[in-house]
């Protein structure tokens, strides 16, 4: 493997124990990221390279803000009304490690978590083989919407 598919792997395998994470950024108050009220991360860097993803800013590796899981989540527990978080991107996956801490502390207080990935779940167990935190991450997630986005396919009528 050379280029980015070699960097996000090398990104994938290193940051199982990191509580940093690198975002685009976060919405406080999603009601378009799934059921109810949610709390967004959008995760900065894709492989993916979906043709109109709406969130192509989020591609980069290099780009976003680094934050700790800690701060994420006192501004996720400062609002009772949430129902839960959604993992979106950017590629989640590729930043399994502080994502599975999110998991827990939002699954501890009784929400759910709902990921949003360009990799199919069959890709995802693949990199679970070689990955710990990738198939960790898959079993803390209560639903995942996966595959590549498709524009042909886009559905204005779907809820989410």
Known sequence: MHGPECAT??????????????????????????????????????????PGCHNPQTHDFDGGEFRDTDDILRQFMENPLLAGMTFSGGEPFV?????????????AAGKNVYAYSGYTCEELYGLARKIPAVGQLLDKVDVLVDGPYVEALRDLELDF
Not at 95 to 107: E, K, M, N, T
Request: aromatic share 8%.
């Open 9 to 50: 792997m090398a990104a994938m395998e290193n940051d199982f124990e990191n509580t940093t994470i690198s975002l685009y950024g976060t919405v406080p108050d999603s009601i378009v990221d799934g059921p109810g009220l949610r709390y967004v991360v959008f995760t900065q860097g894709c492989p993916h390279h979906c």
């Open 95 to 107: 930043q399994a490690g502080p994502l599975c801490h999110l998991a827990d502390a939002v699954h």
